[in-house]
């Protein structure tokens, strides 16, 4: 309708970034068929930049003011107009006036606290953004450019393995071992489980990673639940005193940190289940939450993953 009487766009918005040909490019998935590589910014990194504002042919650009924002946002999918916005900041390009010609704006915003990374998950997603925004009269020009950023932990110093026991009184108890409980996104589960005790016939077992978005707050609290992958780590009856080895490789898997409470807004989590089933197709199962994070320094190549034991020739732990 604008541009019936006129009022269409006359200029054409550029966003680059500094140095962006010798950054590192981030593939996200946007939506369900569409990727777009993102370049990649660090917590305390300086965003800094041009912006281009290109004129139409032989036309001129009055405007009240022009101006860039660097903005982080999460937004619900379930209902876009809630946003939260947990960063902000902005600089005037220029003051009121007329663009007769193409003019090139620098911007800068100095060692930028990033406090979350980036992530886009089921029904939230949470996003870095530069916004230029032409101000007019009757209706602003405005364009939008993403950036993906990635926050880095200090493994820790310590790290309690996990030791849990699960069973049915005098019929299955077994005990389970894994290594640690916080792992890197290239890392590796080991783990053991052991069969002190086996009444009943077991089929298979199988081992899946699940990863749970919660969204909101109690009462309008949304769960998304994924299985990342699964697959059996067991194939046969076991007897008393057996031990099934296991060995994971993370580094081939679609995972994100953790996580927690995000802005009060959302978490996502994940979890190691553990998963019997008997002869009659009945299953026993027993849950344990990880903790991943990105370590600093990691080499990018994916390792190959061991998906399957056969426990007819299984060696020993």
């Known amino acids: 309708m604008n541009s019936l009487f006129g009022l269409g766009s006359t200029a054409q918005i550029n966003i680059t970034f500094d140095d962006e040909n010798n950054k590192k490019l981030v593939e996200v998935k946007t939506s369900k068929d569409q990727k777009s590589k993102l370049p990649l910014f660090f917590d305390g990194e300086t965003v800094s930049g041009n912006v281009e504002i290109k004129l139409s042919n032989g036309k001129k650009l009055e405007h009240q003011g022009i101006k860039v924002e660097l903005i982080?946002?999460?937004?619900?999918?379930?209902?876009?107009?809630?946003?939260?916005?947990?960063?902000?900041l902005s600089a005037e390009l220029a003051e009121a006036g007329e663009l007769r010609q193409t003019f090139n704006y620098p911007f800068e915003f100095k060692n930028v606290e990033k406090q979350y990374e980036s992530y886009y998950g089921i029904n939230v997603k949470l996003r870095y953004f530069v916004r230029v925004t032409i101000s007019r009269r009757i209706s602003d020009i405005v364009k939008e450019r993403d950036l993906w950023v990635y926050s880095y932990k200090i493994p820790p110093e310590t790290d309690a393995s996990i030791k849990m026991e699960v069973g049915i009184e005098d019929c299955l108890h077994i005990d389970f071992e894994y290594n640690k409980s916080r792992y890197h996104l290239k890392d590796v589960i080991v783990g053991?489980?052991?069969?002190?005790?086996?009444?009943i016939k077991i089929k298979h077992m199988e081992l899946s990673i699940i990863r749970r978005e919660t969204t909101g707050a109690p009462p309008n609290?949304?769960?998304?639940?994924?299985?990342i992958t699964k697959f059996e780590i067991m194939d046969g009856a076991p007897v008393k005193g057996e031990t099934i080895p296991i060995r994971l490789f993370l580094s081939g898997f679609d995972l994100t940190p953790t996580y927690r409470d995000i802005n009060k807004k959302f978490s996502t989590r994940y979890y190691l289940n553990l998963i019997l089933i008997d002869e009659e197709n009945r299953r026993y199962f027993k849950q344990q939450e990880i903790t991943i994070y990105r370590l600093k320094g990691l080499d990018i190549n994916k390792q190959k993953n061991i998906l399957y034991i056969n426990y007819n020739n299984l060696l020993k732990y």
Do not use: A
Request: no cysteine; proline share 0%; net charge negative.
């Open 72 to 88: 982080g946002d999460i937004e619900f999918f379930y209902n876009r107009t809630n946003h939260s916005q947990f960063l902000y």
């Open 192 to 199: 053991k489980i052991f069969f002190s005790l086996v009444r």
């Open 221 to 227: 609290q949304y769960n998304e639940s994924e299985v």
